[in-house]
């Protein structure tokens, strides 16, 4: 069964953009979610395998509209609840309560 993040011979996505981009982050979060994945990992929380898989098992809604390190965050959390690191729904709460802060 084919996921939505395999698109080989698939067209239709508009012109890849290939612009030298001098930064390797848009933003710093973007570089916090890579600092996340490398001490969960290193920690031994999950593999490289198991976090491909959460980033190819996103709804294809989710993973056409999220950007890279959306994915990766995605992925982070997902994992985080299938190992029961966090509750289902935890972050939920968390980001609730955030913006209402």
Known sequence: ??????????????????????????????ARVVGLFNALRGQGLFNTDEFRDAIESMPP??????SYYERWFHAICTLLQRKGVLAPGELDLASDGASHG
């Open 61 to 66: 809604a989710e993973y056409l509209a999220a």
């Open 1 to 30: 069964m084919a996921r939505i993040n395999d698109v080989g011979g698939m067209q239709g996505f508009g012109a890849v953009d290939t612009t030298d981009d001098t930064e390797p982050f848009r933003a710093d979060w973007e």
